[in-house]
């Protein structure tokens, strides 16, 4: 059973960097599928951030692209986020997922909240 | 890249069917078979209902059915369920090589 779990901290002051791995158990990142990160604002839809390909190929949203860089540790089975520049408006839980041509695979999501 | 569109809310009584409707492009929608649809329940994760506008996960309920036409998406909910009540999410790839969700759609089951 596939199973992914976010971890960071859920608490960021403005202006500083958003940091979260997404632990992958029950499949190796390495063999396949894209894995992405998805957030979702207090009372809002999601919003996709953005997805590393197995191989390392990464894929931005144009939206959040200057602000973002996400990497995978394959000797970990991890793979990470960092949203640089935060601001109250980047406070939402964060979910990272398994997808090719869906989602199959969620995280629980992780809280975090921007503020000083 | 613009957020799919979807109705705010939809409603429908036990036994009834409803549908869903995704709106995009054909940069996205349109220009792949690449659409998902997501169950939302408070306080969880999304959960994949249909893939490649009309597959089925193993596991989710043949009540739930999947089709596109043109730019627009549709999700059909039949056999409606108190269970069925979720927020509902449409997802596309598109030619950026990027994905993008619908805004939702709340069901409520009357």
């Known amino acids: 059973q596939v199973q992914l779990q976010e971890s960071g901290p859920g608490l960021v002051k403005p202006s500083e960097t958003l940091s979260l791995t997404c632990a992958v158990s029950g499949y190796s990142i390495s063999s396949g599928y894209y894995w992405g990160w998805i957030r979702q604002p207090p009372g809002k839809g999601l919003e996709w951030i953005g997805s590393?390909?197995?191989?390392?190929?990464?894929y931005y949203n144009p939206s959040l692209k200057s602000r973002v860089t996400i990497s995978v540790d394959t000797s970990k089975n991890q793979f990470s986020l960092k949203l640089s520049s935060v601001t109250a408006a980047d406070t939402a839980v964060y979910y990272c997922?398994?997808?090719?041509?869906?989602?199959?695979?969620w995280g629980q999501g992780t809280l975090v909240t921007v503020s000083s | 890249q613009s957020a799919l569109t979807q109705p705010a809310s939809v409603s429908g009584s036990p036994g009834q069917s409803i549908t869903i409707s995704c709106t995009g492009t054909?940069?996205?929608?349109?220009?792949?078979?690449?659409v998902s649809w997501y169950q939302q329940h408070p306080g969880k994760a999304p959960k994949l209902m249909i893939y490649d506008v009309s597959k089925r996960p193993s596991g989710v309920s043949n009540r739930f059915s999947g089709s596109k036409s043109g730019n627009t998406a549709s999700l059909t909910i039949s056999g409606l369920q108190a269970e069925d009540e979720a927020d509902y999410y449409c997802?596309?790839?598109?030619?950026?090589?990027?994905?993008?969700f619908g805004g939702g759609t709340k069901l409520t089951v009357l």
């Open positions: 997802s596309s790839y598109t030619s950026s090589s990027t994905w993008v």
């Open positions: 590393i390909y197995h191989s390392g190929s990464t």
């Open positions: 054909s940069s996205d929608v349109g220009g792949y078979n690449y």
């Open positions: 997922a398994r997808h090719h041509r869906g989602f199959d695979y």
